[in-house]
């Protein structure tokens, strides 16, 4: 290949990677049309006129009560001062966040007019050059359209309404920082509201008449979903779509999600589902055959009305009203998954109702449907601590600091519901349509017209859920050594990074996505288990739960919920390797949780004795630090006990192989709520019940039922195996209606063996 080719070819990529990377997420405002649905049927939508009549609000300050004085404010909301509690925003457009972006789309800009794109035609022939090319620099020149803010823009037009109470009623709310580790009121209500709806739904599924049930023998039901990309949202689809025709769906209080099981739940209680699985399955069939990123689909849906002002209003709604905003990649990747999950077929029928997660409270009034939990983590890796040494300058770390340092880094688990954003670590929650302003002192800010920023979109919200690929250098590690492992040298270069997995577990190659961080000031009224560090940064950097945990077990045991019946669908990847179930075993015993099976999943064929052991004394940390610390020792003493095996390879090292270690479609276990005698006795594990062990559940003594379904391959339907067949990978994105429909035949029949159980 010539200098002058490889020259323009080197253009040409550059040009397409920034107008992917910065002008699709930084600067995509371009008509000027409303959304087609914004007046909606049977709502009262103020006209324009209102828009500049309506009187602002005093500020939340000004009438906040007495009662409240600790936490009060300068008197004037446009006055600061260095003891001012309620933070305003830069009104200047041009500062902070908005500049940023500005300058990035300007740069894009600049790349893409280097490159001679009739003469890249002339000298590159068509099989290399993809056809849609040619039409980058129109799509970009119609995106720039907007970019600067002007009257009358789409741009404009966007903030104009972000800061319309008709149209953003939450902005004029004062939001206030709930510190307790009990329920939110709104969940309460919701739960009682909801066991007379699951009374008669298990009535109704047993058969026999409603008088003759009482609502307190009705069990807590709760399901939940794996992570795992688009595999796990049409798999946990198909499944829970197979619980819904059965009629067990309706007896179900909670369904909790990670990754892709938490764009699942998006879309079910939104417009495109309708609040029912099987219309959502049509619904992926017509919009996930075409790549998310395919420039042709995402450009023509960022540049034309209506879906124009519905993926980009986010944008300029979270970077215009907080300047400290950072937008990157996990942000990008949130919008490209709304423009082909929540737009609908036609793409004429977005409705702008379907962009908070709040506005779902609708779907769960008078507990017509299971409240759904959405998961995210906060990665916490304290910093290690230098010690001065007692000889002159020199300074060293000790042991003890680096131990202390290794046992802290852990993940800190976030769940999101419509009523409440909250973290069972720091007992602290703010309701969900405040998630996006900040907060100081416990209460939200606001900006100098009076009003904060409108809720974050849920195109965010899909990102952080999904950001599988912010995880760290050692999680990217596990992915790829299946893969790599036949090369030669592998087992050289694999024992230097397991050694080296301490730090690798500390490095994530792309940053989190983030949002305000809502406990900035309360350092004395959180618990002391909080960590220090989550008070020293104004953002918190979230990201994909399946770092932790790849089922979101955690909230469904929090207390309060009093879950009865945890029925989990797994199509994790590594579903064969990795024990989802046991890891909440830690959990179970650091919160005092009564009746969880401990012990439940699987020791594989031929796991050694002292791992079994260490998994059980993990169990017994009594806290995520300390149980952070004992996973890190498990792993030393596993990797000791693999490097000896063949050496010392007898009976008493390993577990017998036994069929009772294989995983069947539905397996069962349930936990005792009886109490140890002594803390010298070990805790015992529970046992996988047989087909004809259900007496187990009316003991008196029966704690919580655990129905876990893996997602394994079926004879019954051949040709599909989720671990073997291509399009079932976590970094696949293109389902086509024929692989989605071999999903759904996968999941009904595996749910169909194990239904009667």
């Known amino acids: 290949m010539s200098r002058r080719l490889a020259s323009k070819l080197w253009f040409y990529h550059r040009g397409l990677s920034l107008l992917l990377g ?3 997420a930084y600067g995509a405002f371009s008509c000027r049309k409303t959304l087609a649905n914004d007046r909606s049927k049977g709502e009262q939508w103020p006209t324009n006129s209102q828009l500049t009549i309506e009187p602002r609000p005093t500020p939340f300050h000004k009438t906040r009560s007495e009662n409240t004085s600790s936490h009060d404010a300068s008197p004037e909301p446009t006055t600061a001062s260095k003891d ?11 500062s902070g966040a908005w500049a940023s972006l500005s300058e990035r789309v300007s740069n894009a800009r ?6 001679n794109w009739s003469r890249v035609g002339d000298d590159i022939r068509d099989s290399l050059l993809p056809h849609w090319a040619k039409d980058l620099p129109a799509y970009f020149l119609k995106l720039q359209r907007e970019l600067e803010m002007a009257p009358g823009s789409l741009a404009d037009e966007i903030w104009q309404e972000a800061q319309d109470p008709w149209l953003n009623p939450e902005i004029a709310r004062l939001a206030k920082v709930r510190i307790s580790g009990d329920l939110c009121d709104e969940e309460k209500v919701f739960l009682q509201r909801r066991k007379r709806h699951t009374t008669r739904a298990l009535a109704k599924y047993l058969g026999i008449p409603e008088n003759e049930v009482d609502p307190e023998d009705v069990p807590t039901i709760a399901m939940c979903g794996s992570g795992g990309g688009l595999r796990a949202m049409v798999a946990g689809t198909s499944s829970y779509a197979s619980v819904q025709e059965a009629g067990l769906y309706d007896c179900v209080t909670y369904t909790a999600g990670v990754s892709g099981s938490c764009w699942l739940q998006a879309l079910y209680y939104s417009t495109v589902g309708k609040q029912n699985y099987g219309t959502l399955l049509e619904h992926l069939k017509r919009r996930i055959g075409v790549h998310i990123a395919y420039p042709p689909a995402a450009l023509g849906l960022l540049t034309a009305a209506p879906t124009n002002k519905f993926l980009l209003s986010g944008i300029v709604e979270k970077v215009k009203g907080d300047p400290t905003a950072e937008f990157g990649l996990v942000d990008v990747y949130g919008i490209l998954l709304a423009a082909r999950l929540l ?25 017509a449907h299971p409240l759904p939990i959405y998961s995210a983590v906060r990665h916490e890796i304290p910093v290690e601590e230098t010690e001065s040494s007692i000889k002159g300058d020199e300074r060293s770390v000790s042991q003890a600091t680096k131990e202390k340092a290794r046992q802290e880094a852990w993940f800190q688990w976030f769940e999101s519901t419509p009523y409440e954003l909250f973290s069972e670590e720091l007992s602290a929650g703010i309701p969900s349509w405040s998630v996006g302003r900040h907060f100081h002192k416990g209460f939200s800010s606001v900006r100098d017209n009076g009003y904060s920023v409108p809720e974050l979109h849920i195109p965010f919200m899909l990102g952080i859920w999904g950001s599988a690929f912010c995880a760290t250098l050692s999680h990217y590690y596990k992915e790829i050594r299946p893969i790599v492992k036949g090369l030669v040298g592998f087992g050289g270069i694999n024992n230097l990074l397991e050694e080296k997995d301490n730090e690798l577990i500390k490095v994530h190659p792309i940053e989190p996505a983030a949002i305000p961080n809502y406990v900035l000031g309360l350092e004395d009224q959180l618990p002391p288990t909080a960590a220090r560090s989550v008070f020293k940064s104004d953002h918190l950097e979230l990201a994909d739960a399946g770092m932790s945990n790849n089922l979101p077990i955690y909230p469904l045991l929090r207390p309060g919920r009093d879950v009865d019946i945890l029925i989990a669908f797994d199509a994790s990847a590594d579903i064969k390797s990795e024990n989802w179930l046991s890891v909440a075993d830690g959990y179970a015993r650091q919160r005092g949780i009564k009746g969880w099976p401990l012990g439940a999943g699987w020791p594989r064929k031929n796991t050694p004795k002292a791992k079994i ?8 940390a009594a806290s995520p630090q300390q149980a952070a610390g004992r996973i890190a020792d498990a792993r030393e003493s596993n990797r000791s006990s693999e490097s000896s095996k063949g050496k010392n390879d007898d009976e008493s090292t390993t577990q017998p192989s036994s069929s009772s270690s294989e995983l069947g479609y539905c397996n069962v276990w349930v936990g005792t709520t009886l109490e140890r005698t002594s803390e010298a006795e070990p805790p015992p594990p529970s046992k996988r019940l047989d087909i004809d062990g259900d007496w187990e559940l009316m003991e008196p003594n029966a704690g919580i039922a655990l129905i876990y379904f893996p997602f394994l391959p079926n004879p019954d339907v051949p040709c599909v195996d989720p ?8 970094w696949n994105f293109i389902y086509t209606p024929q692989d989605i429909e071999k999903v759904v035949s996968l999941a009904r029949a595996n749910f169909k063996q194990g239904e009667q159980q």
């Open 84 to 94: 001012d509690d309620v933070p305003l925003f830069e009104a200047d457009p041009d």
């Open 613 to 620: 052991a260490a998994d059980i004394e993990v169990a017994e």
């Open 343 to 367: 737009v609908p077929r036609g793409e004429l029928g977005v409705d702008s109702r379907n962009l908070k997660l709040s506005n779902q409270q609708v779907y769960l009034q008078e507990g």
């Open 22 to 24: 910065s002008s699709l």
């Open 110 to 115: 600049i790349a893409l007019s280097a490159i």
């Open 723 to 730: 671990d073997t067949s291509d399009f079932m990978s976590t």
